[in-house]
């Protein structure tokens, strides 16, 4: 089985992008930061933006920042995300043409994002731009259905 890279950051100029929000063939919708979240389902139904007070369903991601400037209402934080970042092996006849695609780092156990102190992220830093990060080089990945970076070290 072979399994795609993260083509490229696409970070919105405002709100966070709730991926799977779109219903039959309409664009995916932004939700205010700091005011609302999206809930995105494990696998089926629709993602949804909620009020920031209300809880996402039980098993949902839930993506309350996708880079610091999401959490300008939270003065000193940054945007965390949860999970373990591991490393995807070179993948021989995956790539165009039958080529091999090159490592790339990958999220497991990735169950959402939000906006905290930088000593309390204990897992990664989200970032939209290379400006959200205070070390390391902000960098493509893609945890369940969007296109973010984390600053690598």
């Known amino acids: 089985m072979c399994y795609s890279p993260p083509a490229s950051m696409v970070y919105p100029d405002t709100g966070i992008y709730c991926p799977f929000s779109a219903v ?23 993602s949804e933006c909620a009020p920031i007070a209300a809880m996402c369903a039980e098993g949902d991601t839930d993506w309350q920042c996708e ?3 999401d ?13 373990r970042l591991e490393t995807q092996a070179p ?12 490592s790339y780092t990958y999220v497991s156990g990735f169950t959402g994002s939000t906006c905290m ?20 080089t902000c960098t493509p990945i893609k945890p369940k259905g969007n296109d973010i970076g984390y600053c690598a070290q």
Request: with cysteine; charged share 5%.
């Open 117 to 136: 102190t930088p000593a309390a992220c204990t897992a990664f830093q989200i970032c939209g731009s290379q400006a959200d990060c205070t070390t390391g």
């Open 24 to 46: 039959a063939g309409g664009m995916d919708v932004t939700c205010p930061a700091g005011t609302q979240h999206c809930c995105e389902p494990p696998s089926t139904g629709t």
């Open 71 to 83: 959490c300008a209402g939270q003065p000193g934080t940054i945007c965390c995300g949860s999970g």
């Open 67 to 69: 880079g610091t400037p």
């Open 91 to 102: 993948q021989p006849g995956c790539g165009p043409d039958g080529g091999t695609v090159p």
